[in-house]
């Protein structure tokens, strides 16, 4: 009897092993990660991503986020229709996660200064000002998550040190310097 029931298992066994899977069953494969692109020049991410998300954090030293909104006088365009569509500290939290975000961004190999010259990642300077976005944004998400205006007015020079430690070095130059040279 006992080697009956081993034959049997073992019958059983390998028609299930031997059987193809189902197509609901089977496991799809991972689509590819996109490979890392620079699409815009650096001044063009500076301009479309960190300078409007840190204007967010910097104005919560004057204007409480959880505060009533006045009803927009604007004519109705696309930013006046889906300003309000994430608001309030939900915007603040969003706008500092971008920010660490552009740090990624900005070290992408290949992409240019608006000069033509390529963004300098290769220097430790460079890298570590990219990193000190990266951690302000960290810094500046955590205050908004605590939705105090006080913590948002001190990390606010958080994130206004770690754009100067950039700007002051590759942005901030004399009349007839080339940018991204430090």
Not at 6 to 28: E, K, N, T
Not at 33 to 59: K, W
Not at 80 to 100: I, K, P, R, T
Not at 150 to 175: F, I, N, Q
Request: hydrophobic fraction near 40%; charge should be negative; proline fraction near 8%.
């Amino acid at each position: 009897m006992k080697r009956v029931c081993c034959l049997i298992g073992l019958m059983v066994l390998g028609v299930a092993c031997s059987r193809a899977p189902s197509p609901d069953s089977a496991i799809p494969a991972a689509a590819p990660a996109p490979a890392a692109q620079a699409y815009g020049t650096l001044a063009q991410v500076m301009r479309g991503i960190p300078f409007p998300h840190s204007n967010i954090i910097f104005d919560t030293q004057e204007q409480d986020p959880a505060a009533p909104k006045k009803p927009s006088e604007g004519g109705g365009g696309a930013t006046d229709v889906y300003a309000n569509v994430y608001s309030g500290w939900q915007a603040v939290e969003n706008s500092a996660m971008a920010l660490s975000e552009t740090a990624n961004l900005i070290m992408i190999p290949g992409r240019l200064c608006e000069n033509g010259l390529p963004v300098p990642i290769e220097r430790e300077d460079y890298r570590k000002a990219a990193q000190g976005l990266a951690d302000a944004g960290r810094a500046a998400y955590k205050a908004a998550q605590s939705k105090n205006l006080d913590a948002m007015v001190e990390v606010s020079g958080t994130v206004a040190d770690a754009c100067a430690a950039c700007h002051e070095v590759y942005r901030d130059k004399p009349e007839g310097k080339q940018r991204c040279i430090p």
